[in-house]
């Protein structure tokens, strides 16, 4: 699965400010765990119904799940609890706070992951992302990463693969199709 042109994809910090103003339209509050688990989900949604990526970014199977490199960092210089600022998006639209915007064909799929999935706190959202046989759980299986107990996963230090957007895709069509019925 090639990646398509930038203009069609979007930096990860824009869906991030773009959930920010879903949950704080709604007085909701969101953490940087959360906020990397619904990135995620946009993603998955996007692949899954589109066969086409929405972030610019690849996704990483990291030790403790999915991630998004380019946001890890920004979200984690936060002070811990609620996120309370948006992240610059450097060379999407102005470089400023933006979200995505009305106009792109992701915005309302941004929306609708929101709708889905803002109940659920950042613990079950994780639950939901290393799903065994979920794209994350395959690339650490693929790699030889996941024992046969729990106890037995993540034996070393922290690391970082590149979960395929193709497994991506396939397991979030399935889910699509699954949900159709």
């Known amino acids: 699965m090639s990646r398509p042109t930038l203009q069609q994809t979007v ?28 990135v995620y989900l946009c993603h998955g949604w996007h692949l899954g119904l589109t066969m086409r990526p929405l972030l610019r970014e690849s ?21 811990s609890g609620p996120i309370q600022q948006k ?19 992701a915005h309302a799929l941004i929306r609708k992951v929101w709708d889905a999935y803002k109940q659920y706190p950042s613990t079950t959202l994780a639950t939901i992302c290393h799903a065994e046989n979920g794209p994350w759980h395959k690339t650490m299986v ?28 396939m397991h979030f069509a399935e889910l699509a199709k699954n949900h159709a019925k």
């Not at 992240?87 to 064909?105: K, M, Y």
């Not at 790699?143 to 979960?163: A, R, T």
């Open 11 to 38: 930096p990860a910090a824009a869906v991030v400010n773009q959930l920010l103003a879903c949950a704080w339209s709604e007085d909701r509050e969101l953490d940087a765990l959360g906020l990397h688990k619904l």
């Open 59 to 79: 996704v990483s199977a990291w030790r403790y799940g999915p991630l998004i490199e380019s946001i890890y960092g920004p979200l984690q210089m936060q002070p």
């Open 87 to 105: 992240l610059r998006c450097p060379g999407w639209e102005t470089g400023n706070l933006h979200g995505v915007s009305p106009s792109h064909p």
């Open 142 to 169: 693929e790699h030889g990463l996941v024992g046969k107990l729990k106890n037995d996963m993540y034996q070393g230090s922290d690391f970082c693969l590149v979960i395929p957007d193709s497994t991506i895709a």
